[in-house]
């Protein structure tokens, strides 16, 4: 379960950590360097560490991070670090959220949201 300070975009950090490049390394370095990719159906990802697709309810999330766009705030991402649910290697997976979101990107963010908040 992630806390809502792991959710919000953090006005306070600036540089390298506020971008989604940053945040995918600093996750590298904690041990979610593997990638999480969307799969053939909505609501799955695939593990690029192991090649399985699973559904996003099964896999565990252990923190997400929300970013804005610094020159267009309607630039919205979300990071999700997570465990595979097969091979347990820890990645990430940056989705769009808002109004401008894929439709792929908003089935999988509201499986991982549900998974997190049961």
């Keep these: 379960m992630t806390s809502d300070s792991d959710t919000q975009p953090d ?13 995918l390394r600093t996750l590298a ?3 979610f360097g593997t990638q999480f990719v969307p799969g ?4 799955v990802l ?3 560490a192991c090649g399985s697709v699973s559904s996003a309810t099964d896999f565990r ?3 997400e991070r929300r970013l804005e766009g610094v020159s267009d705030p ?7 670090a997570a465990s595979c649910p097969v091979c347990s290697s820890g990645g990430a ?13 908003t089935d999988l963010m509201m499986a991982l949201e549900r998974h997190t908040s049961s």
């Design 74 to 80: 309607d630039d919205m991402v979300l990071i999700v």
């Design 29 to 31: 370095q904690e041990g």
């Design 46 to 48: 695939r593990c690029c």
């Design 61 to 63: 999330v252990q923190r």
């Design 93 to 105: 997976i940056v989705l769009g959220y808002g109004p401008n979101a894929s439709a792929d990107d």
């Design 11 to 23: 006005p306070a950090v600036q540089g390298d950590d506020a971008s989604a490049s940053g945040i």
């Design 40 to 43: 053939p159906a909505p609501g």
